[in-house]
């Protein structure tokens, strides 16, 4: 069981600069959760339970305003973290998480983590450098938000999305939730993929599965700037 958990702490950016003996040190105090979906993994504002490490699913981290309007900060997918700075900082949680599909995490508790940090000098230098790799990552999601025009936040999106048996893009989450995380409204999202149909980037068949067309355009469109 906790070579299972080390596997899965192990695949998240975060952790990547760890050494086995680290990995398995975070393992040893992890518990596996699942959640179904629709489920509450944690809600805004309340004590943070612990750092989650996707195993499989995908769980959307999103942020409610004063007024109600809500913005999706994340979609997590398998190896992706989320909670990290609740954990770290020890504040309350400034996002709430929910399972959009069957889920199962990794869960390391917030005193636990806190305890390894605290005891574990090797650790927290190991630790420096999947931090540093985890905020090179937000600084590329606020880049891509803030910096980049619709056409360009789409392509990044299709470009980093696997792809299934039959050829079709497998995207990291339902439409709606993408453009929301994007900072588009949903109409825009929907324009800007039938003007990247029309320009021969990608194909939307009737059941509105996306195919890349031309990988080499779609890829020079996502790294304008870059």
Do not use: Y
């Not at 004063?66 to 909670?83: D, E, N, R, T, V």
């Not at 009737?206 to 700037?225: K, M, P, Q, Y």
């Amino acid at each position: 069981m906790i070579r299972q958990l080390a596997q899965t702490i192990s695949a998240s950016q975060l952790f990547r600069g760890l050494d086995p003996g680290q990995i398995d040190t975070l393992a040893a105090v992890s518990v596996s959760k699942n959640f179904v979906a629709g489920e509450m993994i944690f809600v805004q504002g309340n004590s943070c339970p612990g750092l989650f490490v996707v195993k499989v699913g995908l769980v959307r981290v999103f942020r409610n305003g004063a007024g109600g309007q809500q913005h999706i900060l994340h979609l997590c997918g398998p190896g992706h973290s989320f909670a990290e700075a609740a954990v770290f900082a020890d504040f309350k949680l400034p996002a709430s998480a929910m399972a959009m599909q069957a889920t199962q995490c990794v869960m390391i508790p917030t005193n636990a983590m806190q305890h390894a940090l605290a005891t574990n000098h090797t650790l927290c230098r190991q630790m420096l450098t999947g931090m540093s790799m985890w905020t090179q990552h937000f600084v590329q999601l606020l880049d891509n938000i803030v910096l980049r025009d619709a056409s360009e936040r789409v392509a990044r999106i299709l470009c980093s999305a696997h792809v299934d048996s039959v050829g079709a893009l497998l995207l990291p989450g339902p439409k709606k939730d993408l453009a929301n995380h994007l900072n588009l409204t949903g109409e825009t999202f929907s324009r800007v993929l039938r003007r990247l149909s029309d320009q021969g980037l990608i194909e939307i068949d009737a059941n509105h599965a996306i195919r890349v067309i031309d990988a080499t355009g779609l890829s020079r469109l996502s790294e304008l700037d870059s």
